[in-house]
């Protein structure tokens, strides 16, 4: 069973930092995109970041520059750090592969950002 399995949320100040890390199984990782969504309370999923199979990548305007993906094709696992974090970056943090038309989700992680 394909499985993309999240890590590294939890509580954290506001400007501090977390890395998120998304360990897929089961499918030949280097040849998909990977991409972190969000879903915030009340509000849609929304886009955080993306990298193509061949590393380009792509940040949502609220998170250019704080934020950087990154992919480990050995470990078929992608990552998010996160700094300087704010309350609003709050969310349920989603891993995303996506290769032409199949798409597959992760369970999330919660990112909570409060002092």
């Known amino acids: 069973q394909v499985q993309l399995v999240e890590s590294g949320g939890g509580l954290v100040q506001p400007g501090g930092s977390l890395r998120l890390s998304c360990a897929a199984s089961r499918i030949t990782f280097s040849i998909y995109a990977m991409g972190w969504y969000r879903q915030a309370p009340g509000k849609q999923r929304e886009l955080v970041a993306e990298i193509s199979s061949g590393g380009s990548t792509n940040y949502a305007d609220s998170v250019k520059g704080r934020f950087t993906i990154s992919r480990d094709n050995a470990k078929n696992t992608v990552y998010l750090q996160m700094n300087s974090l704010k309350p609003e970056d709050t969310a349920l943090y989603y891993c995303?592969?996506?290769?032409?038309?199949?798409?597959?989700w992760g369970r999330g992680t919660l990112v909570t950002v409060s002092s």
């Open positions: 995303n592969a996506r290769l032409a038309s199949r798409e597959l």
